[in-house]
């Protein structure tokens, strides 16, 4: 296939139904951000948006806020803007605490659902959180609970009448590879056991089809495509038909039936707002509530379909203009079998990143060989892409990631 | 006694060394606020702030944040800066979460600790969400887990040798009772448990001595007296003799020990870091650390000296001017067994706290007949106190509360 010039790309940008999307962003100038899965860009309107928030609903308004600006509701509201990108209903999604908590708590509620069963099966190598976290579930009842954290090829073929719990990532955090979750699904149903997808790089990015899929359960991540700033909380969905059923193991107050009758005795609230445990956090629900408006009107089809083209131009660009260089594509070559970032293997990985991120296109690393481009279809446009690629074929070219400042391992985030 | 004038008590402000404290805040014209107990005021500093996080460090400097402006290490540094407001080393506190989380993750690790024994105790009539928390565990393993709740009086008679953990709130969320923390934490450790403070509506406003007395465990709220924001994340202290042996029952990546090497086996991080668990939420530690500043100078001794102060004010002006209208303290009389609010009981209390506040003065009303004042050394003045039961005494006089509009009952937070 022909090398796309900057020109072709930049005639893309011009037909692209989203690049008025990307002034809803506050990009700083000369970078381009291909961080976006890791910490979404801040909206334009995100900053007066917190200053509401802190200078007139608590500064002017101050307690009485929880009903006047509706704080109280916030958790539920918001859930309810995330629901239609994940094929979700709107009372199916809340916001609460962190990925890890609210896998935790999911996880457990789901153990509880299947009596009698007593395992839980992930991937290996996973997000360390997923893993840690059910790590954890199976230490506290070693005897009950056994965790197999299985390779990706293996992992269908061991569901089986023990199994209570699929807990999955749906788009791979470092190699990018989406599990066809329907399919996944529907082999875990057919033992018996309950499905739950972790949709932290997926969210905001893909269109994800929670309910047409039949999923049971979900978490997923607020600071990642969906633009709600650093540590943003994150999202819980439970569907309709276990709303009922599904118990958290954290009984806090804001998930009672009742919180402001402040009774001795627990029942939880209907719906997912079970869910919730203490006092949500409110300067991080309106980042997150802010990072949702820049998906008004915004079709998620629209998105995963230029997120697709964009990981495959990026794919063609790096193999075709840095491939002597020694980089290895480590992600799906199929968009279909990708999420919104695109990996590329390489020995000196680190120092590519350090030396792109000295030229202002912001990537990252992840041990022990990985450099990871996410691809961020509301603000990124198709001639970044082609810029991001000369850089680093220029950084190749001049051995740029050989200079020692480069080469000085510091803390990675 | 006689009642003091409204002369005295700006006497009292004048010679307040804690005065200028109040500079530091912005409070809105035209109200009191004695709801600090429940959220805490807006600091003068804290809008900047949380801009430049927001626009600084998030909008321009993006992912690179985590380490440029240490982001990473902001629960451990915030918690330090709480440390010495709750007689804590700064390594021993970290913020994490919500109470509610905290609590659970506390009393999981706990119990771990004292295998054998099956006992948590409690208060009846606790708070809420500390109530739920520990129903919660026991409802985990009802075989092995049982939650006692227990009256005040009855409370240090039933620790037995059963008895794996104590967990009270140091002062009391309605009466604003202050637990003899020093005499309950030591028959706790008599009877071999662990003894938890929940420190929600003391930090910032009585002086905690957490190594003083030997506490093992404690957790505490970022925005009532520590005026971090609506929802403010919670902290946890962990004594560096228990920090080796603690664990979280919430494994998440941030807990780890080398969370950047993203391996798959989690081993916990040293001392109180390993209470982490997801990725933090940085505007609301942004909050917390701006409400921290504006204890920086403050002793917080004479913060304690003032809340008493304040309450004995109040109360006695409360009696000499309304006790003939039916309102009984519902408080301790001595200030050494009260927190920083005080509260009455009234059969009309709902009404007349919305009476109060149409007149700008906030207080609030727990069910099911309880008005609180919280009383903030920071910023409250003592000549507020006099304004705000002179209020409280021409509503009362004109029986203005019987008015239909103040005796709607809507939701109350």
């Given amino acids: ?77 918001i859930g309810g803007r995330i629901a239609p990108l994940i094929g979700a209903k709107a009372n199916e999604v809340v916001v ?31 997000f360390p959180t997923d893993l840690h976290v059910l790590q954890g579930i199976e230490a506290l009842a070693p005897d009950r609970v056994r965790l197999k954290a299985l390779p990706r090829d293996a992992l269908a073929g061991e569901i089986d009448e023990d199994v209570a719990l699929v807990a999955l990532t749906h788009v791979h955090y470092k190699s990018g590879e989406r599990w066809p979750m329907e399919a996944v699904t529907a082999r875990t149903h057919e033992a018996g056991a309950l499905m739950l997808w972790d949709l932290s790089h997926s969210a905001g990015a ?58 001795d005795a627990f029942f939880p609230a209907d719906g997912v707002r079970r869910q919730l445990a203490g006092t949500p956090g409110i300067l991080g629900l309106a980042g997150l509530e802010a990072g949702l408006d820049a998906f008004e009107g915004v079709d998620i089809h629209q998105v995963e379909t230029k997120s697709a083209r964009m990981g495959d131009l990026l794919i063609q660009l790096v193999e075709q203009r840095c491939g002597r260089f020694g980089l290895e594509l480590a992600s799906p070559r199929r968009a279909v079998d990708r999420g919104s970032h695109v990996s590329f293997a390489h020995p000196d990985g680190y120092a590519i990143i350090q030396a792109l991120i000295a030229r202002g296109v912001i990537g990252d690393f992840r041990a022990p060989d990985v450099v990871r ?41």
């Fill in 206 to 263: 893909v269109a994800v089809d929670l309910n047409g899929v039949e999923a049971d359960l979900a978490v997923g991540c607020g600071y990642k495509y969906l633009n709600g700033g650093p540590g943003a909380p994150s999202f819980v969905f439970v569907p309709e038909r276990l709303q009922k059923e599904l118990r958290s193991p954290i009984w806090g107050w804001m998930g009672h039936g009742a919180p402001f009758d402040f009774g």
């Fill in 373 to 413: 481009f996410g691809l961020t279809p509301l603000y990124l446009r198709f001639a970044d892409l082609w810029d991001a690629v000369d850089h680093l074929a220029a950084v190749l070219e001049q051995d740029e990631h050989a200079q020692p400042r480069f080469r000085t391992r510091q803390r990675v985030t």
């Fill in 1 to 77: 296939m022909a090398l796309p010039t900057r020109a072709d790309l930049a005639r893309l940008d011009a037909d692209d139904p989203l690049a008025a999307a990307r002034t809803r962003f506050r990009l700083p100038s000369g970078v381009i951000y291909l961080d976006g899965n890791s910490l979404g860009a801040l909206p334009a309107a995100t900053p007066a948006r917190v200053a509401e928030v802190v200078e007139t609903e608590w500064g002017r308004d101050l307690i009485r806020s929880w009903n006047t600006h509706d704080w109280i509701e916030a958790p539920i509201r």
């Fill in 96 to 126: 609460a605490d962190s990925t890890s908590v609210n896998l935790f708590k999911l996880a457990m509620g789901a153990l509880s659902l299947r009596p009698g069963r007593s395992t839980i099966i992930t991937e290996a190598g996973n």
